[in-house]
Each structure stands twice: as structure tokens, then as C-alpha cells.
């Protein structure tokens, strides 16, 4: 399975972006797709995920509100809409795929990783 983010750039704060993650191989509408974050000396941490339907979804706390995470299995691909950005949010943004039933937070239960893209938001 590849992964491939998209969508990553410079925002001012309160602007708005829209990260795309394509996948290709295996079975996209079977997988759990989060997007996680990693900034500069910090760990990887989620953003949000979605299960294979679309029914189930999850955001950590600080984005609750501000992203909406969703899908389209016709298509492969999985989308993050993140409004009203904070500097916080500037990271590299990653997509991945879990294989496992159902959607987590943690890293480890994600099989595969696209290769991040960058956020910046900053006046």
C-alpha cells in the first residue's frame, strides 16, 4: 500500500487547508486512515482518523471543531479539512493505514505511512 499526502503550505493563522492523502494497492475501503502530526522535537501524535466507512471518527482534543476528517472509497482517498489554524498546528503532516479492525490513536497500530507533508501557519 502507498500512501500520498498532499495539500501541506503556508497559512496565516485563522486560514484554512485541505491535506489530501491518496492511497494506492491493497484494499483502501477496508483500512482505518488517520492523520497524524509531527512537529520539531516532538512526538508523532494524532490528528484524527476515520474507520473503513466513514461511520466512526476520532480528533484529538486541541482540533475538535476546527478539522474534519473524512473519506471518499471511490476514489481512495482521505481528506483533512482544518480550519481557523493556530502556529500550533504547523507540523509535518502524515497519513496512515491500518489494517487492524476499527481506529486508534496510537502510532503502532497503523501498517503503512505516506511521507508527510508540511504545515506552516505564521503571519
Known amino acids: 500500500v502507498q500512501l500520498q499526502a498532499s495539500g501541506g503550505g503556508l497559512v496565516q493563522p485563522g486560514g484554512s487547508l485541505r491535506l489530501s492523502c491518496a492511497a494506492s494497492?491493497?484494499?483502501?475501503?477496508?483500512?482505518?486512515m488517520g492523520w497524524f502530526r509531527q512537529a520539531p522535537g516532538k512526538e508523532r501524535e494524532i490528528v484524527a482518523a476515520i474507520n473503513w466507512s466513514g461511520g466512526n471518527r476520532l480528533y484529538t482534543d486541541s482540533v475538535k471543531g476546527r478539522f474534519t476528517i473524512s473519506r471518499d472509497n471511490a476514489k481512495n482517498t482521505v481528506h483533512l479539512q482544518m480550519n481557523s489554524l493556530k502556529p500550533e498546528d504547523a507540523a509535518v503532516y502524515y497519513c496512515?493505514?491500518?489494517?487492524?479492525?476499527?481506529?486508534?490513536?496510537?502510532?503502532?497500530?497503523?501498517?503503512?505511512w505516506g511521507q508527510g507533508t508540511q504545515v506552516t501557519v505564521s503571519s
Open positions: 494497492g491493497g484494499t483502501f475501503s477496508s483500512y482505518g
Open positions: 496512515a493505514a491500518t489494517t487492524r479492525s476499527g481506529i486508534g490513536y496510537d502510532p503502532i497500530v497503523y501498517d503503512y
